[in-house]
């Protein structure tokens, strides 16, 4: 366990964190605004990925390709959200889950029936494409840099807006009783469709993010919505603090439990049976965490409700 | 069926499903003498796979539909019931007489472990919470490495029972599994009538009143989840039974989710509407990969469709009508 393999991990961690971060913010904030479970938000980073590497065919350049990409995955967004979601509202969560569920079933299948069932890549821009020596001996990916980066960044940014703007005042009223702010007078109504689409986008801007590193396919989003659920319940259901600090410590802990479980494993048990248990331990690493979490704080780590 | 069944007593609806239960085991009963003239055993092994995922789906309804637990993590149990079949065959145990009382203590044992974590949470913590300990269980299986881990483990030949071969036969099977689930279903009607059942259904409208009524709310719930848990474990065996193979992917949440698909589709809260539920999301299943690879592409928005405007699923679809034929 070399110290070097172990920052190496440790940014790795931090890169999926930021990347859990940019989906569950916008799940979180739906979640806490609208009372609203979208499990197709998952299905919205897929299809991000999948219209960069389509833009990307007509256009040929990165950052062309991630605008335009980002415009679709709002409209689409948008979309969704005057087509199905806002009749679901007043609903209560299980017709959420089976619409949304139907949702992921169509996305899934079409971007099958459009682009091939067969795994996509979308090239990484020509000057982040290199490694980068960051101490001796340790050499990273610099457009792993660049996802911690532009993630913090985006953070910082949702930070401002829902603390220091009059829109995000809104929100977190929205979050702590979305019936008081529209009894004041508020377009609730207007209010939902931008944080949607706004969440959508986030969730679009993480798949275009990805995709140059995981190969774009069907049902990518399916894995990363699990999580950014585990994200979200840890953190506090409508807290954007919540959602961050928890996607760091679900990145965190999923990456080092994955990469050192069997070594660590191996100090009370034989090589063996480490090799066998330890995998399995990793993968359950963050449900475990998200039990316990839940066991003492039945409303996760930072609740938002004023209950 | 539904439609014949319901114009007996259109003006009261409840009252107008009463004969639905019988019609619907009369159609299970009758399917394998039909597929005696159609010839081959696909339709009756296609019955069988209705009716396995219809145990799972009215257990789940006593869940969700009596007592509003969204269960998302249900799925697990079902591969639970599985996996007690196939690890105990891999070493030479294939007597049914064995391999389901495995089977159901296995699933219960685990849903009373969860249930004690899972009940303290509740809304939408509680469907997290439940998603989190099936996803547990499907990690697990996908790590057991000697059992086959993500590839599955198939399963030499289906269980004796006190050793006759009587669940190799594909109708005697058929009947096996018809059998289970009227017995389930008539189990679930006692129980949801019975006072435990009121009980429960008293702390879905209103837990906080049924606890100053002096009920621990806690405790009727969790046996609740416990003998749902239990029930998913008999279809998990049967289930095991009828593909000899066992996988993770009995597991996943998306088979949770559909799951949930199957008791809303049919109409919550009424038993009849999830054996209804779940042969209607079979069939179409079947019906449509007929025609395309691509079905989801299609059934996706179908259910989208079904929450905006059939709400209360087909049963609730069917009661509509009914009621606007009886007025014009």
């Known amino acids: ?307 | 069926m539904a439609a014949a069944s319901l114009a007996a007593s259109p003006a009261r609806p409840r009252g107008g499903l009463r004969v639905l239960p019988a019609g619907i085991f009369l159609a299970f009963a009758l399917i394998p003498i039909v597929a005696l003239f159609t010839g081959g055993t696909y339709l009756v092994s296609l019955g069988s796979r209705v009716m396995i995922f219809a145990i799972a789906a009215v257990a789940l309804d006593l869940l969700v539909g009596y007592g509003a637990l969204i269960s998302f993590g249900h799925a697990a149990f079902i591969g639970l019931g599985a996996y007690a079949v196939g690890i105990l065959s891999v070493y030479g145990i294939t007597d049914a007489l064995v391999s389901l009382p495995v089977a159901l203590a296995v699933s219960a044992a685990y849903a009373l472990l969860t249930g004690v974590i899972c009940l303290r949470t509740s809304g939408v913590y509680f469907i997290m919470i439940t998603l989190a300990f099936g996803q547990m269980a499907f990690f697990t299986a996908s790590s057991l490495a000697p059992f086959g881990g993500d590839d599955g483990l198939t399963i030499a030949a289906r269980n004796t029972l006190a050793g006759f071969p009587l669940l190799r036969d594909e109708r005697a099977f058929y009947y096996v599994v018809l059998f289970c689930l009227l017995g389930t279903y008539v189990f679930c009607r006692a129980l949801v009538g019975s006072r435990f059942g009121r009980v429960v259904r008293g702390a879905k409208e209103n837990p906080v009143r049924m606890a100053t009524i002096g009920f621990d709310v806690y405790r009727f719930q969790l046996a609740t989840y416990v003998i749902a848990g239990a029930l998913a474990g008999l279809s998990g065996f049967l289930l095991a039974n009828a593909t000899e193979f066992v996988s993770p992917a009995y597991m996943s949440w998306q088979r949770s989710g559909e799951l949930i698909v199957m008791v809303l589709l049919g109409g919550l809260g009424s038993l009849d509407g999830a054996i209804i539920g779940a042969a209607a999301y079979l069939l179409t299943e079947e019906w449509l990969s007929g025609f395309t690879e691509h079905w989801k592409v299609i059934f996706g928005p179908v259910l989208v469709l079904v929450v905006l405007f059939a709400r209360g699923g087909l049963i609730g679809l069917a009661s509509a009508l009914v009621r606007r034929f009886a007025r014009g």
């Open chain 1, 1 to 307: 366990m070399s110290t070097t393999l172990l920052v190496v991990q440790i940014l790795n961690g931090l890169q999926l964190g930021v990347l859990l971060f940019l989906v569950a913010a916008g799940l979180t904030l739906v979640f806490g605004v609208m009372d609203f479970i979208n499990l197709a938000h998952g299905a919205q980073y897929m299809l991000g990925a999948y219209l960069a590497v389509a833009f990307y065919a007509l256009t040929g350049g990165f950052l062309s390709a991630l605008i335009l990409a980002l415009a679709a995955a709002l409209a689409f967004g948008l979309v969704l959200e005057f087509a199905v979601f806002r009749h679901l509202y007043d609903r209560d969560h299980l017709d959420h889950v089976i619409a949304t569920f139907g949702i992921i079933l169509f996305l899934n299948h079409g971007v099958k029936l459009v682009w091939g069932a067969a795994p996509l890549s979308l090239p990484m821009p020509e000057l982040f494409s290199g490694s980068v020596r960051l101490a001796e001996g340790l050499v990273y990916p610099v457009w792993r840099l660049v996802i911690i980066a532009a993630g913090l960044a985006i953070a910082a940014l949702l930070y401002v807006l829902v603390a220091h703007t009059r829109i995000g005042m809104l929100v977190r009223a929205g979050a702590t009783n979305a019936a008081m702010v529209s009894a004041l007078g508020v377009n609730i109504g207007r209010l939902f469709m931008i944080v949607f689409g706004f969440g959508a986008m986030l969730a679009g801007f993480a798949g275009i993010m990805i995709a140059p590193i995981l190969s774009v396919e069907p049902g990518m989003g399916d894995n990363i919505l699990i999580l950014a659920f585990v994200v979200i319940v840890i953190g506090g259901i409508g807290s954007i603090r919540g959602a961050f600090l928890a996607a760091l410590l679900i990145g965190l802990v999923d990456t080092l439990g994955r990469s050192f479980s069997v070594d660590i494993l191996r100090f009370v048990m034989g090589p063996s049976p480490a090799r066998t248990v330890g995998p399995a331990i990793a993968s359950m690493l963050i449900y475990l965490l998200m039990a316990v979490v839940l066991y003492v704080r039945p409303t996760g780590l930072f609740p938002a409700k004023g209950r």
